[in-house]
């Protein structure tokens, strides 16, 4: 469908064909519409399928012409990390380049100084895009007040959840006004993402909800099973023999994305690591590094990559194995984004067998197993589901830990948050 039929504006039409758009993917083309029309829209979307303009465009055409009063705002988007503020903030700004006057968009996260952030919400601002924590800071300073707030945005909603900031998110929903629309965009829907849109959507359009988890078709999937202390060798080998530009490497801790990384710049592959210790600054210059081909390994955790979009990304690897199965999903739709093909790459050893049974199984999943020749496992012993130790690090889970996985399977979660949050509002 083109984006000149969903009831866009031309200014909007014209940002989205210099940025290459050819035709609407298909979340873009049911949410679009509806979000146009005032409907709060609850949607199914999947990791690279477009989601950003789908709740983005409508977003500034809703807003066009309107001008926030200083310390105030007209739409409010939630994401879970920084880099995800970072990339819908540069996007907005991307889509609404030739409305007249321009929307003002502010982007506010923790990990950096309160100064700029204040001035900019005190200069007035009718979009900010945000991480929880840090919004709700501003506003309980009182530099930031979200009573005349028209569209609330939550994107990767489940992200949101299974990283901790269910709290956050409850206080933010009393404090908005009754009137607004929201839009909810998640790749999965466990209890908690359930309980999360009931409180906080009236009457919403459904959208793609039959797309739920399911990686998208173009990414070849490939495990590998090899001992454990072979692994760095065995990514060597693979950079090698497959010719990668870049590769984006999954670990499953700070400690080893630093140690993993050293390896391979003494051997002589460009590497970063990516991860929660590095302050923003870090963050930024690792991702720019990689997105300009001057690395050639982004070695990264789960927290510090969620949302990452890259252009062009040939391949995904898992040097661990994600803890909880729906994080599976998430790591490899990093590839195969915008229509291009992808691969990812799991490395299984005898101790995270069972695991990624489990993986394959949550995620309606079967990958061919292979084994590469000079790295075939010795002895292959895996361990017993009921017998084994913790899938990644080996140790005590968090408490965020365990409400991770709860959440990826469906679990609802004691004493919710949103039980007892108002829902009687009225639609714009």
């Not at 146009?36 to 950003?52: H, I």
């Not at 303009?53 to 739409?75: I, S, T, V, Y």
């Not at 945000?130 to 489940?158: H, M, N, S, W």
Request: net charge positive.
């Amino acid at each position: 469908m083109s984006f000149s039929s969903l009831g866009l504006i031309e200014p909007l039409q014209r940002a989205v064909a210099e940025l290459g758009y050819e035709a609407a993917t298909p979340i873009q083309s049911a949410a679009i519409p509806l979000a146009l029309q005032g409907r709060d829209v609850l949607a199914a979307a999947e990791t690279g399928s477009g989601k950003t303009a789908a709740f983005g465009l409508p977003l500034l055409q809703r807003l066009a012409g309107r001008e926030a009063l200083p310390g105030r705002m007209l739409g409010l988007a939630l994401v879970p990390t920084r880099e995800l503020a970072v990339q819908v903030g540069k996007a907005l700004q991307r889509y609404g380049r030739f409305q007249e006057p321009r929307a003002r968009v502010a982007v506010i996260y923790g990990g950096v100084g309160y100064e700029p952030q204040i001035a900019a919400a005190r200069g007035g601002v009718e979009i900010v895009v945000a991480t929880p924590g840090r919004v709700l800071d501003l506003a309980e300073r009182g530099d930031l007040a979200f009573d005349q707030l028209e569209t609330l945005i939550l994107d990767e909603a489940d992200r949101l959840l299974a990283l901790g900031f269910a709290d956050e998110l409850r206080l933010i929903l009393e404090r908005l006004p009754e009137t607004r629309q929201s839009l909810l965009f998640s790749a999965t829907f466990p209890a908690g993402v359930v309980g999360l849109a009931e409180s906080l959507l009236r009457d919403p359009a459904k959208v793609q909800m039959e797309m739920e988890s399911r990686p998208v078709a173009r990414i070849r999937q490939r495990a590998i099973e090899v001992e454990k202390d072979s692994r760095t060798a065995l990514l060597r080998e693979l950079l090698k023999r497959e010719g990668w530009e870049r590769v984006l490497v999954f670990v499953g801790s700070k400690r080893r994305a630093d140690n993993v990384s050293a390896k391979l710049e003494k051997r002589g592959i460009r590497s970063l690591a990516l991860h929660g210790d590095l302050n923003q600054t870090q963050r930024m210059q690792a991702l720019e590094s990689f997105r300009k081909g001057r690395i050639q390994i982004l070695m990264a955790t789960d927290v510090a990559a969620r949302g990452l979009d890259i252009v062009g990304l040939p391949c995904v690897v898992n040097y661990d194995l994600p803890r909880a199965p729906a994080d599976y999903v998430h790591r490899i739709g990093r590839t195969g984004r915008a229509g291009a093909e992808g691969e990812a790459i799991s490395f299984v050893t005898a101790e995270e067998d069972a695991h990624f049974r489990l993986i394959e199984k949550r995620n309606g999943l079967s990958v061919q197993r292979e084994r590469l020749e000079g790295f075939e496992p010795k002895v292959w012993e895996p361990v017993s589901a009921k017998k084994g130790k913790a899938p990644t690090k080996g140790k005590r889970k968090s408490k965020k830990d365990k409400l991770r996985e709860a959440a990826a399977r469906g679990e609802p979660e004691p004493d919710s948050p949103w039980n007892n949050l108002a829902r009687n509002r009225k639609r714009p």
